[in-house]
Structures are given as structure tokens and as C-alpha cells.
């Protein structure tokens, strides 16, 4: 009271709480962020995989800053990096297990809560069959608790219908990769971006999604920056040359590389006859993609196309990077074994600068995909080679049959599997579909379908918390402790700042105590009782496999981060790259040339639905924004989603920047969007973001999916705009 | 004591076994300025990616609230697809060789560092005036309604003096934002080198921050925030002691002609009620300050700034308004000096009001306009109030409010006219305003002039309805003249200044 008159008056101007002082380190700077110690840990946001140090002050985490010397980000984090650690004691966290009781949710204990949940899943399993139960995980714990969960759901509740939120992302690389070398695993390093002369990045707005990664091309002294994308993105316009192609026509842009380059000899025909195979074939596939042909398919010049062909086929080395442009696509495996082609055909890969490189989204989709047991076996084991299974089974001392003799569903077929009943319970780990699944009146249904759903999650409410049976809380990062893999495989270390909010839990003692429950902790986790148990078991489980952990221990990730592969015993390299022998973890020890062949997206536009809708992010907001929301400064650059429109379509329909606007498409509406005109798209294309769940984009983006990846084509459906409230 | 950050960087040992430090590029001089020389930013917006990491850094280093932003990002745009160009310009404080903000300040609170340039404010001696955010071009200075202060980018001269780096220059990952060292005389010959698309001039108060521009710009490179043009704050007190200052003002000298006149008998009351009403607009005009208590700090700037003067002027007016008031009211003679005198500080009174807001930084006020519209509303209301106190009939009295009030009629239809054929931008936005979302509001003021102040002070309505409408056309009227007008600024972000 006393103080509040001071302050209307004048005496008071806060100058305590707008003090300054010396931290010392950072030196100078506002006095309540000072801590009384930095937590040195690593960025739980996207796969470049940031040192960041947390600084801690009376238990709460105040501030956030670049840990000095980690050889990823080299002293520098972006935006969400700066101002991390505002999402941890925040209003939405999920502090207490909830039990929906007649429509509301009611505050339970944790014994209640996995009782409950493991006596329902159960019931459901024993019901309709242990298939009916599916899980949904993500990209954001801990390989640890990836490691964990892969066990508990296959071995422990013994379903094989388990799949992450990774294929909404990047499961076309994954499944690319596959199909070129035999097994899933980036082979480059960020630092290829550096020493590369070449560097093509088609379909990857870096400068938006992975902006501490424009530093390694601002180091390197003699590049050539190629970027293919039909937005002039951020990254466009860092490039030295443009593509401004078609949506969805890079496979016939690659293929008439692959074409240019053999056509005239730019290949290395050496590597060619020693480490692949299917080379005839692919001389013959892409035979028919003349620059011409490709000019019409693609939009851009011929002279585009020899250009790009010729600068990638002479580089000394040469890079091509790719994110969702490429995976979010039906035809986005054959794409990415398309880019593969390219690398195999010059022998650019392998070597410093050489590189097929998908930047990764999350900051452990890689982790997930080693460790996870959903689209593989741990240690990238296929489910159907007979040697992989049994030497699992006798490393985990267990009857092979209890192996799942083939991949469970997908996650886009887990959601048609509740629509068809298939599914009848569901656990939603560390992810937020009411965002983020295309076409969202399909996931409504599906979801309602279900006898139960649990969401485990930092945050209450989401969208998808609102609609779940049981909520449990989970710690988030800077809560708990584990190891991250970022894009370039290297192995990062994740620690604990603070206690986690109110009564959440880690991720990874929720499944044990799951687990305890279950009655399979002691065979699954024998002795189990910290995340480094886990890291321990995996490593001696990767042994020997192409992401070999077992040379990596906790101690030695203390010191920095180590690439995988490290063999036991042997000692880190500062980088590493696959494949540097040629040799391919394929049956004959050679990459193959995959014959893809181009085709249209699948809903071209017509007179209903003119516009090509593509998707996309912005820097300063993560995935589905349950995070980033928190976080005011954040929010205040970025409070709400747009649409990108060119001028001259939006002249035609008398539509003004900042016009409130409703996107459609024949699924969906998304309303009252805010309209940009802008030059950046192209005429006959827009664009939206797609983090914001009060303009769902995903409320109009179609349900097709890659039939090998079964990625999402998030990026090009056919749709019109309509001015709010006008009825056509 | 710290090392210079180059030579820190350099020696710094890892604690990472795996890294090989390369020589990093310097953020900042290894030396101090020499007099006649300053730091200043360099921007390279050709490195600049729009990742707003200096945004960030900037908010954490001062332990700011997200709504206000010492450095900010925004966005310029041209050419046609494919060929777009869209740019970026992070800008803070540009630690001007005439700093705008500081000539304004009325408490200096403001400083410009003899030995660095820097641009510094102190929070414990402003009184929260908001002056100088009107004065800046590029919006910098920002009001903190908690604190009840304003605050700018002070360069982080403190973390220079340590040796480190500026927060957003540490934190931008392209290195597009360094310190610099440069000579005064030089730049103020060559200071064309601070304009860039999106920025206003440099020569407003000759801008220090240099900006490299890409190459090729597009001609029609240009900001993309034009289309959203917002109402600024309407500042309330002010809205209210501006209107009844300039009333007590045209009230004390239509009693002084009076009075000159002979009718001497019977203008004590009516000039006490002048003056009763000059106190209380004196006074509100004290809650517009952040800080009330320290209100007697606002003469300190005499010497450059004309809200010190304002407030000198009108407190001289009050005093002789005392005087003359209670001369009146006692009869005393012997008072034409009093009256002469009140009237003179009364005109010097309105005159600084209304050279506060003729500031290059809000192009709809800097024009003679402003003055007119003050003087006009001093005509008009004046000579109503002394009418409507009964304390006279004649009939001049009711001719000079009919011609302030057209007048002020005609001024404001010539300012709109003047704002809606304007190339400037700031200028056409305001008319845009005015015809757009003010339009209802700007119509009934014009109206309320053609009523209560043509028709009927020369008609049988009593004269306490026209004075009270038209005081609230009056008010409504300055209520306009601060929403309405449409400041300069830096490019803002498409969808950057709205509220989280």
C-alpha cells in the first residue's frame, strides 16, 4: 500500500529491481539476472544441439546464456536459446497428475495415476487384443528415456504399435537413408558447411529454423550457396543463387542433375565402380530428365539447372543440406535417396565437406531414432534380419519371439487405426497433435474414438491435454538429466538446474514406476535407478553397430560432447564422418542408386481451390508453442500466426495487408488469419506458419503420406482464401 | 579486472578438449575514443538474418519487460518475386551528435558522455515527462509505466569500459552489429551514412549508427509495417491542462481588455475563476508525470528545453495572474502593468506549450499549425468564459470567440488537407487516421466549431452551453492532436508492436 503510493508519486521508481551488477563471467549486466551458479547443459530445442548454461538462483532457473567453448554453437544461441529458461516455471506447466472424473479434471497421486493408467490399458489390451494399444512419443527426452520407453512399450506392455512424433518430421531422411546406404545416420558434420566450396540446401529455411548454423557458412571463406525453395526464405536470400522452383518439384530438379552430371562426365566414375551399385539403371532413369523437360517441371531456366549441376559436379567438396521442404512430402523418401544419388554419383561424401546432411528438427529425433524401438530396432537393428534379433535378444537375455517380428504402425496409421477402432487406447508422450497433425478433424475423431488416452507432458493445458483421460506431469528440460544427439550424431549432455515444478516427474521415472507396476522392472531395468543406468546398458547395446555409443560415457561427456561412432576405448576425434571408407552397411557393402521418379503433388489447385498452400516456422517460436508461448519476449516478436500472399493475387480479390482472412481447403477452415502481402511468395502460393493452435493451419493441410516414410505432406495442398465473414 | 574481450577470448581455455578457437572477428575497438571522437554501432545488414537474438540480449542485459524493446528488428522489403529482397535492420540508441532526446529533456536527466559519445539516461533523475520520446526519430527512448521512468540503449558503456562487448553484439551469430570508433567533425560532413531504407533521416539530430546496405537494393526497398498505422497515447492530463491553460490565458486577456476598457467592476470574480481554473490545470498536468513529486526538477533545462520554459512561463502566469486577480477582485489600481504582465506570460505560456510538440520526430506536429491551434482555442475560449460569467455583454467579446473559433476551423481543415496531400508518410498516415478510424471524432469536431463556434455565441443560446461545448470541442480537438499524430520511427517487424 505504502509502497504502491510511493510509486504513483515518484519516490519509488523500482531502481532495485532495474539494479545492475557483475556477474563474473558475463560481466556487467542487470543485477536480477545474476545467479549463484551456471548449470553448464545442452539446448533442449532443436537438433543443432547448443552448450547453453542455465543460471540458477534460489532454485529457479533466471537466466540462460551460450556455454563458452562447445564446439556446436561456438559462443551463440538464437532467440528461443537466449530466453530458455523461461519456460520452466511457467503458468501452464502440468504440476499435479489429473484424472478426468465426470468432465473435470481432478488432482490425483502419482500411485493413483500409473495404477490407473496401467489397470486401463490393460483392460483395453486384454479387451481387444495387445495391438490395440498405441503410443505416441517425440523427439524431446532423453536418448535414456527413449532407450527406456522403447523397452516398456514393446517388451513391457508388448505392443508394437509405438511411433513418434519424428515421422511427422524426419522419417523421410530416415527411411531415405535406408534405402541408399542400408541403414539411417547422417553422415556429415556441421562443420562440412564450413570447408564445403558447394552448398546446396533444398527445402531448408536455416536462417529461420537452425539460425546458429548461418555462422558456419558466414566462416566459410570460399563457398558457393545454392538454396532450392519456392518461398525467397530467409535462407533464399543468403544465397549466392536462388531456385526458386515449383512447390514440390525438387526430385525432378535432383533427377535432372543426376542427368547434367553423367550426361557430361562430372561424375567420379572411380567411386562409382568401387562403393555402389545400380548405376546403369539410374543412367537410364534419369535419361528422360533433360534440362529441358526439368526447365518445364521445375519453373526455373535451363541454365539454372546446368548451373546448379556443374557447380555441385566440379566442387572439391560438396554439401547438400535439407529439412522439411524435402521430408514433409508423399515422395519424400525417394527424394531424399535422390539427393543421395547426387553425393554418390560425384563422391561427395565421406570426406570434409562431402556430405548428404539432413539438418534434424528436434533436439533428440536422433536419439529416438537409434535408441527408440519404434521405426527400428535399438542400435538401427532391422525388426526382420534374423542375426540383428537374435544378437538383441541375447544381449537383452530374452526369447527373440518376444521381438516384434515387423514394424508396428505409424503414427498417421496409429491415428487411422483409432478411427477404424484398431486402437483402442492411447499414451501421448512429450508432444502436442492437436497442432501439429495434418488435417485435424480426422485426429478429433480419432481421439474421441478411444476408451482412454493418456497425456504425459510439461505442459497443462495443451490442446491435446484438454482432451486426454489422464494427464501426467513430466519434467522438462533443465529438470532432468540424460544425453541429446543432435543432427551431426554428436552426443551432447543434458543436466538437471532445478527440482522439477510441483509433484512432475521425469519422463524416465515415469516408466519405471510404469514399469514397477507393470511387474517388469526388475527383468527390464535390473537395478536401474538413474538415466546413466540406461546409457550404460545402451551402449554396451549399440556396441558394434553403426551408431556405436560404447566408447561414450557420462565422464567423458562432462568434458564436451563426443560424436558417435566412438568404439570402446577409443579416444573422440573433434569430427566425424560415415562412410569415410566407402563401405555401406548395406548386404554387399555398396550404396545403392535409387531410380525415384518425379511426380505431381498430390492436390493440385483448380478453380475451387486455386492456391498452393505450403507451411512452415518462424524463429522465434518452437514446433507447437507450448513452450515458446511461455516465454513473454517471445511472444511479443511473434504473437500471432499470418498468411503470405503475393500482391498481385490478393490485388485481384481487393485484400490489404493485415486484412483478416479465413484459409480453406476441402477439409478445413482456419480463421480470421492476418493477411501479409508480401513478394516473398510467389503469385499463386501462400504461406502460413504452423505453431499457433488458435489459427491451426493443420485445420486445412490433407492426410497423405509418404508410402515409405509415412511422413505428412504438410507443404503443398490445394486452397482459396476468402476475406472473414465474406460468404462466396 | 578483465582483459580487453579479444585478448580474453584468445587466452580462454575450453573446457572442451575438442575445440580449436579461431581468431574471432573484433565486436569492438581495442581502443578508447580520443576527443572529437565517439562509439558508435556499425549495423551490416548484410550479415543481419532477422533472428532477433539482439532483441533477446538486449532485454535479458537490462532485466526489461518483453514490451519494451531498447533494440529492435525490423523489416524492410522490395522487388517482385523471385526477385525479393527483404532486409533486416536491428537498431538501438544511434548516440547522436544532437541528440534530440537530451536537448528536450527538461530535468536533464540526459547526458552525452564527453569521453564516449554515449547517449546516457538516468533513471533516478527523470521525472517521467515522456518529452523526450517524442522528440526521438527512431523511437528509442521508451516509457516504463511500472517504473514510472523512461529508458534507452545506453550502448552498454559499462560493459565497454569492462572490456566486453555490447549484449547484442555478443549475442548476434553473424556478427552484424559492432562498436566503432568515430570522429565527430568528420561524420557530421558525411553522416548520410547512417540512412538506410526504413530509417528516418540522420541529419534529424545527426545519427551516429552506421549501416552497410547490400548492393542491389530494389528502388522500391521500403518498410512493411506501413499498412498498420496505430493511434498513439492520448495522455490525458495533458489533453486537459493544455485546453484550460490556454483558456485561463485568452480569459486574462479579454478581463484585461476589459478592464482597459473601464469595465472594471464585477472581473474579480470572473478572474478568480480564471485563475482557480489555470491552478487546476497546473496542477492535473502533474499527473502525467511518471514521477509527480519530483515535478519542480522540469525547470531545470531552461536552457534548451521548452517544457522547462512551459512550465516558467505558465508558473510566471500564474503569479501574475495572482496579482491581477486579487487587484481586481480588491479594486485596486494602478494594475494595467499587472494585467500586461499576466497577459504577456500567459501569450509566452501557450507559446512554449505549444513549441514542446513543434519536434521533427512527429512530422503532424511540426508545422505552424500547432501554434495556431493553441492560440485559436485561446480566442475561442477565453473571451465564451468571460461571457459566460456575465461580467460583460459586449458584443466584441462574442465576436472574438466566433473568430477563434473559425480560426481554429479553418486551421484544422487546412492541416487536413495539408496532411492528405502530403508525400511524407508519418504525414499521410495521420489524415488517414483522421479520415479513417478517427473519423467520427474528427467530424464532430469540426461540427462543434461550425456550432458553437460560429452560430451560436451570436444567438440567444445561454453562453454556459456554448462555453461547454465548446470546451469539449476543444478538448476533443487536443485529444486528436495526440492520437492522431503518426510518430517517425525505425522499420518495425510486420507483426512486431502489439502487446503479448
Not at chain 1, 490 to 507: F, H, L, Q, T, Y
Not at chain 2, 43 to 67: L, R, S, Y
Not at chain 2, 432 to 456: D, E, N, P
Amino acid at each position: 500500500m505504502i509502497g504502491t503510493f510511493k510509486r504513483l508519486i515518484g519516490i519509488d521508481n523500482l531502481a532495485s529491481e532495474y539494479a545492475f551488477g557483475r556477474d563474473a563471467s558475463t560481466g556487467y549486466t542487470s543485477a536480477k539476472k545474476i545467479p549463484e551458479k551456471w548449470v553448464a547443459t545442452t539446448c533442449g530445442y532443436c537438433s543443432v544441439g547448443c552448450g547453453i548454461e542455465v543460471g540458477v538462483k534460489e532454485g529457479k532457473a533466471i537466466a540462460a546464456r551460450p556455454l563458452q567453448g562447445h564446439p556446436v554453437n561456438r559462443g551463440k544461441l538464437c532467440p528461443k536459446g537466449l530466453s530458455e529458461h523461461y519456460i520452466i516455471d511457467a503458468e501452464n506447466r502440468a504440476k499435479y497428475p489429473l484424472l478426468k472424473k465426470n468432465g473435470k479434471f481432478v488432482r490425483i497421486s502419482w500411485d493413483e495415476a500409473i495404477a490407473t493408467m496401467v489397470e486401463k490399458f490393460r483392460a483395453v489390451q486384454q479387451r481387444y487384443g495387445a495391438d490395440s494399444l498405441g503410443v505416441i512419443s517425440t523427439g524431446q527426452l532423453v536418448t535414456e528415456e527413449f532407450y527406456t520407453l522403447g523397452k516398456l512399450i514393446q517388451l513391457g506392455f508388448g505392443t508394437k504399435n509405438y511411433d513418434g512424433n519424428t515421422t511427422l518430421c524426419m522419417a523421410s531422411a530416415v527411411s531415405g537413408y535406408k534405402l541408399s546406404f542400408g541403414s539411417d545416420g547422417p553422415p556429415g558434420a556441421y562443420e562440412d558447411m564450413e570447408k564445403a566450396d558447394v552448398i546446396l540446401l533444398i527445402g531448408a529455411n536455416i536462417a529461420d529454423n537452425h539460425p546458429i548454423l548461418c555462422q558456419y557458412l558466414e566462416a566459410n571463406p570460399s563457398k558457393t550457396v545454392i538454396v532450392a525453395d519456392p518461398r525467397v526464405s530467409k535462407t533464399a536470400m543468403m544465397a549466392d543463387i536462388h531456385l526458386p522452383i515449383k512447390p514440390r518439384s525438387d526430385l525432378a530438379l535432383l533427377n535432372g542433375m543426376a542427368h547434367v552430371l553423367i550426361r557430361h562426365g562430372l561424375i567420379d566414375r572411380q567411386y562409382i565402380a568401387a562403393h555402389t551399385s545400380g548405376f546403369e539403371a539410374l543412367e537410364k532413369h534419369v535419361e528422360p530428365y533433360t534440362p529441358q523437360r526439368v526447365s518445364e517441371l521445375t519453373g526455373l531456366s535451363e541454365e539454372q539447372i546446368y548451373k546448379t549441376a556443374v557447380l555441385y559436379g566440379k566442387a572439391k567438396a560438396g554439401f547438400i543440406g535439407w529439412t522439411m521442404g524435402v521430408n514433409h512430402s508423399t515422395k519424400g523418401a525417394e527424394t531424399v535417396a535422390a539427393i543421395n544419388n547426387l553425393a554418390l554419383l560425384t563422391g561427395h561424401i565421406g570426406r570434409e565437406g562431402a556430405s548428404p546432411f539432413s539438418i534434424t528438427g528436434q533436439c533428440n529425433a536422433m536419439g529416438t531414432r537409434e535408441t527408440g524401438f519404434a521405426s527400428s530396432m535399438p542400435g538401427y537393428r532391422k525388426f526382420d534380419d534374423p542375426n540383428e534379433r537374435a544378437e538383441l535378444a541375447a544381449l537383452w537375455n530374452i526369447d527373440e519371439a518376444r521381438l516384434p517380428a515387423k514394424r508396428g504402425l505409424a503414427y498417421p496409421d496409429i491415428i487411422e487405426g483409432a478411427v477404424g477402432n484398431k486402437i483402442r487406447a492411447l499414451w501421448v508422450i512429450a508432444t502436442n497433435p492437436l497442432v501439429s497433425f495434418p488435417n485435424q478433424d480426422v485426429l478429433r475423431q480419432a481421439l474421441s474414438n478411444l476408451d482412454f488416452v493418456v497425456v504425459q507432458d510439461g505442459y497443462h493445458p495443451t490442446p491435446t491435454t484438454e482432451l486426454a483421460h489422464l494427464i501426467l506431469p513430466a519434467a522438462i528440460w533443465g529438470e532432468k538429466e540424460g544425453t541429446y544427439t543432435n543432427s551431426e550424431r554428436r552426443v551432447s549432455k543434458a543436466n538437471k538446474a532445478v527440482e522439477p515444478i510441483g509433484e512432475a516427474k521425469s519422463d524416465f521415472d515415469i516408466f519405471l514406476k510404469t514399469a514397477e507396476k507393470l511387474g517388469c522392472r526388475e527383468e527390464l531395468y535390473p537395478g536401474w535407478t538413474k538415466p546413466e543406468d540406461a546409457f550404460n546398458e545402451w551402449r554396451r547395446v549399440s556396441k558394434g553397430r553403426l551408431c556405436d555409443y560404447s566408447g561414450i560415457t557420462y565422464d567423458m561427456l562432462a568434458q564436451g560432447p563426443v560424436q558417435w561412432p566412438l568404439a570402446e576405448g577409443a579416444t573422440p576425434a573433434a569430427t566425424t564422418r560415415l562412410y569415410e571408407d566407402g563401405t555401406f552397411p548395406t548386404a554387399d557393402g555398396r550404396a545403392k542408386f535409387v531410380c525415384a521418379e518425379w511426380e505431381p503433388f498430390p492436390e493440385q489447385p483448380n478453380k475451387q481451390y486455386p492456391l498452393v498452400l505450403n507451411t512452415g516456422r518462424t524463429v522465434e517460436h518452437w514446433h507447437t508453442r507450448t513452450k515458446t508461448k511461455e516465454v513473454p519476449i517471445l511472444e511479443r516478436l511473434s504473437p500471432s500466426a499470418w498468411l503470405e500472399m503475393n500482391p498481385r493475387d490478393a490485388r485481384a480479390m481487393g485484400l490489404r495487408s493485415h486484412d483478416r482472412v479465413d484459409l480453406v481447403s476441402r477439409r478445413g477452415r482456419v480463421r480470421e488469419v492476418e493477411l501479409r502481402l508480401t513478394e516473398i511468395v510467389a503469385p499463386g502460393q501462400v504461406f502460413m506458419p504452423f505453431h499457433f493452435f488458435e489459427t491451426n493451419v493443420n485445420d486445412v493441410t490433407q492426410s497423405a503420406f509418404d508410402p515409405i516414410s509415412r511422413e505428412p505432406n504438410y507443404k503443398q495442398c490445394a486452397v482459396r482464401v476468402e476475406r472473414t465473414g465474406e460468404v462466396r | 579486472m578483465s582483459l580487453p574481450l579479444l585478448e580474453r577470448e584468445l587466452i580462454y581455455t575450453p573446457a572442451n578438449r575438442f575445440v580449436q578457437i579461431t581468431k574471432p572477428q573484433p565486436l569492438m575497438p581495442e581502443r578508447k575514443p580520443r576527443p572529437g571522437e565517439q562509439y558508435r554501432f556499425h549495423f551490416d545488414m548484410t550479415k543481419c538474418i532477422g533472428c532477433k537474438c539482439c532483441v533477446v540480449a538486449c532485454n535479458e542485459q537490462n532485466g526489461n519487460p518483453a514490451a519494451i524493446n531498447w533494440r529492435r528488428v525490423g523489416e524492410v522489403e522490395g522487388g517482385h518475386y523471385p526477385n525479393t529482397q527483404r532486409h533486416y535492420l536491428s537498431m538501438g540508441c544511434n548516440h547522436c551528435v544532437e541528440p534530440s532526446c537530451m536537448i528536450g529533456c527538461p530535468t536533464e536527466a540526459y547526458t552525452k558522455d564527453p569521453a564516449t559519445g554515449v547517449v546516457v539516461h538516468s533513471a533516478d533523475i527523470c521525472i517521467g515527462c515522456q518529452y523526450c520520446t517524442w522528440n526521438c526519430s527512431y523511437g528509442v527512448p521508451q516509457y516504463n509505466a511500472d517504473r514510472g521512468v523512461v529508458g534507452k540503449c545506453d550502448l552498454c558503456h559499462n560493459r565497454l569500459a569492462d572490456g566486453d562487448a555490447p549484449a547484442c553484439a555478443n549475442a548476434c551469430p553473424e556478427k552484424a552489429i559492432t562498436i566503432e570508433i568515430v570522429d565527430i567533425a568528420a561524420w557530421r560532413a558525411e553522416h548520410m551514412a547512417a540512412d538506410a531504407p526504413g530509417l528516418p533521416s540522420s541529419r534529424d539530430s545527426i545519427s551516429t549508427t552506421r549501416v552497410t546496405l547490400p548492393a542491389d537494393l530494389p528502388p522500391d526497398m521500403g518498410r512493411v509495417d506501413t499498412q498498420r498505422i496505430s493511434v498513439e497515447h492520448p495522455h490525458w492530463p495533458l489533453v486537459f491542462m493544455l485546453v484550460l491553460t490556454q483558456l485561463s490565458v485568452g480569459a486574462f486577456i479579454a478581463l484585461w481588455a476589459l478592464d482597459l476598457m473601464g469595465v472594471g467592476a464585477g472581473l474579480g470574480i470572473a478572474a478568480i475563476a480564471a485563475l482557480g481554473i489555470a491552478g487546476l490545470s497546473l496542477g492535473a498536468s502533474t499527473l502525467h508525470l511518471g514521477r509527480p513529486i519530483h515535478a519542480w526538477r522540469a525547470m531545470k533545462g531552461l536552457r534548451r528545453s521548452w517544457l522547462s520554459r512551459e512550465v516558467l512561463t505558465l508558473s510566471l502566469f500564474a503569479g501574475a495572474a495572482h496579482a491581477y486577480a486579487g487587484m481586481l477582485y480588491f479594486d485596486i489600481g494602478g494594475r494595467t502593468a499587472a494585467g500586461l504582465a499576466t497577459a504577456v506570460f500567459g501569450i509566452l505560456g501557450v507559446t512554449s506549450s505549444a513549441r514542446i510538440y513543434v519536434v521533427r520526430a512527429r512530422p503532424a506536429w511540426f508545422s505552424r499549425y500547432t501554434m495556431i491551434d493553441f492560440y485559436a482555442t485561446a480566442l475561442f475560449l477565453g473571451p465564451l468564459f468571460v461571457r459566460a460569467l456575465n461580467v460583460s455583454d459586449a458584443p466584441w467579446t462574442a465576436w472574438a470567440a466566433v473568430a477563434g473559433g473559425a480560426a481554429q476551423l479553418i486551421a484544422q481543415t487546412l492541416k487536413f488537407l495539408w496532411l492528405s496531400r502530403s508525400e511524407a508518410f508519418e504525414l499521410r498516415a495521420s489524415s488517414l487516421l483522421l479520415s479513417g478510424r478517427l473519423q467520427k471524432q474528427f467530424l464532430t469536431r469540426l461540427a462543434i466549431l461550425v456550432v458553437a463556434g460560429l452560430v451560436m455565441p451570436l444567438t440567444e443560446v445561454p453562453v454556459a452551453v456554448t462555453l461547454a461545448l465548446a470546451l469539449a470541442g476543444e478538448w476533443l480537438g487536443r485529444w486528436l492532436f495526440f492520437v492522431s499524430v503518426v510518430p517517425k520511427n525505425v522499420a518495425a517487424a510486420f507483426t512486431s508492436g502489439r502487446a503479448a
